[in-house]
């Protein structure tokens, strides 16, 4: 009887095996059957792509630990450079009077002279001693001094400066140095690596990380030629001059200024020059002895979504002339006033800075062909360039328009020779001069100030108060472009209605 029960129960426990597995297996397969089916919705509206490649780009094992493989090459060609010059202290004639010392004795003077020191960094860029630095760092120095990373101390001497760019040539007497590779800046990318070396506050030499946040940076004021590298690389006071170098340790940029904000200090916005620039400055001074640069002899301004309108172009984009200099490469070739000039060379023109940086890397005698929009018709024109002079006519930046009203609370008066002159005009500059803009006023939302002398109106030339009230009253509440010709530059300002 046990046996039989024994039996049963034995049975029963395999019945029950079987009839797992059997629900098991029917279980996997509807499992395996719904997976394969989307769970919300058509599949082919959302696609999911899974990499079958745990070892692509995005894998840890292709992160780096660190930079020190990065930094080692590059930290023995980064220098400290120590800069001094003597300036005249201000004197005080009327308490140095001996009348004046007779009764109240002779006050404490500053010496006539004082030293000022100032500290920056460098880049060793030739083994026979070639450094690139900031030419702020060594400007109007008397003396030089240049520290390597192992302690050696030589004397500078300044090659050549350019102050337009902020790059300046520094040589001393050595040989076998340590140098950073040249790397290509037009290649760089937002969120390539980048580090800055420098020596901050005179503490030593010190290295930060951060990534390449923009290109192209310019309209800053900084530098009259301006093409920043833009990074988040901690650059600090002493790091001017210092490198900026990718994650192949190639020298990218020399790191130049940041923007401290109310702060103050390093926010995290900092700007490199572009190694392909500095190049090309430093070949120039090594060649000429100063940097040979190409000159169209026009002002430009960008366009603005009001001034496209009036000019029929799109905005945004292209270099609007606002000024033609007077026998200049641009006024020969036959442009003018109001031309927006679209393409250089079969190059788009994406606005006045980058025009202004691609005429100034050409040499004098080159030939720039020009596609130009005027009175909405396209016309190519051929220019022979000039060589930029010391002191050239630079572009104006133009007036932010305001969005209501047109003239009123803006008062003018004739442009006097002697009114000329003391705005600093060139002789025979003819328009209307505004004496008064009344605060709040469309006009002083445009942008006009007292001292502006308003040449046209409308494309129309002004020459007396006359033809600019005549002009106003033709132009009724509709909006009113302006050619206003500031301290010698000239822009179009548009100054809208209510």
Not at 222 to 233: K, M, S
Not at 305 to 324: E, H, M, Q, R, T
């Amino acid at each position: 009887m046990m046996q039989g029960t024994l039996h049963l129960r034995q049975s029963a426990a395999v019945a029950a095996v079987v009839f797992v597995l059997i629900v098991g297996g029917l279980l996997g397969l509807a499992l395996s059957s719904w997976a394969n089916r989307p769970v919300f919705g058509d599949p082919h509206n959302i696609p999911v792509y899974i990499s079958r490649n745990p070892e692509g780009t995005g894998s840890l094992s292709n992160i780096p630990l660190g930079f020190a493989p990065v930094l080692k090459p590059a930290l023995p060609a980064v220098v400290n450079i120590a800069s001094s010059r003597v300036v005249k202290a201000p004197q005080q004639p009327f308490f140095s009077d001996p009348f004046f010392g007779r009764f109240f004795g002779s006050p404490d003077q500053p010496p006539p002279e004082q030293r000022q020191r100032g500290l920056g960094s460098g880049v060793i860029v030739s083994p026979d001693g070639y450094i690139l630095t900031n030419n702020h760092v060594i400007d109007q120095a008397t003396d030089i001094k240049v520290v390597l990373l192992d302690q050696r101390e030589f004397k500078g001497k300044v090659i050549g400066t350019d102050p337009k760019t902020d790059i300046a040539v520094v040589k001393i007497a050595a040989t076998g140095l340590p140098t950073l590779t040249l790397g290509d800046s037009s290649k760089i990318q937002v969120g390539d690596y980048a580090l800055a070396i420098g020596d901050p506050f005179g503490i030593g030499e010190t290295a930060t990380q951060g990534i390449v946040s923009a290109t192209g940076r310019g309209n800053l004021d900084i530098e009259d030629y301006e093409d920043f590298i833009q990074t988040d690389a901690s650059i600090n006071p002493g790091n001017s001059g210092g490198a900026l170098v990718n994650a192949r340790s190639e020298l990218i940029g020399i790191n130049t200024a940041i923007l401290a904000g109310n702060g103050g200090g390093n926010q995290g916005i900092g700007f490199a020059i572009p190694i392909n620039m500095a190049r090309f400055v430093m070949d120039e001074i090594l060649k000429h002895g100063k940097v040979v640069r190409g000159y169209l002899g026009i002002a430009i301004q960008p366009l603005t979504p009001d001034i496209a309108k009036v000019f029929n172009a799109p905005p945004g984009k292209g270099a609007l002339i606002s000024d033609v200099v007077p026998d200049g490469a641009a006024a020969k070739a036959g442009l003018k006033k109001g031309d927006v000039i679209e393409e250089i060379n079969g190059e788009p023109v994406t606005g006045p800075n980058p025009l202004k940086l691609k005429i100034a890397s050409m040499p004098p005698g080159s030939v720039a062909h020009l596609k130009v929009l005027r009175d909405g018709r396209e016309r190519d024109v051929t220019v022979t360039l000039s060589e930029l002079p010391e002191k050239a006519a630079e572009a104006a930046p133009g007036a932010s328009p305001s969005e209501n009203n047109p003239m009123r609370g803006v008062q003018v008066q004739e442009l006097t020779s002697d009114i000329t002159q003391q705005l600093g005009l060139r002789p025979g500059t003819k328009g209307v001069v505004v004496s008064e803009v009344n605060p709040g006023s469309p006009g002083a939302n445009a942008g006009l100030r007292r001292g502006d002398v308003i040449q046209e109106i409308n494309r129309q030339p002004v020459t007396s108060v006359a033809d600019y009230q005549r002009a106003i009253r033709q132009t009724g509440k509709q909006p009113v472009t302006l050619l206003v010709n500031r301290q010698g530059n000239s822009a179009y300002v548009v100054v809208n209605p209510d």
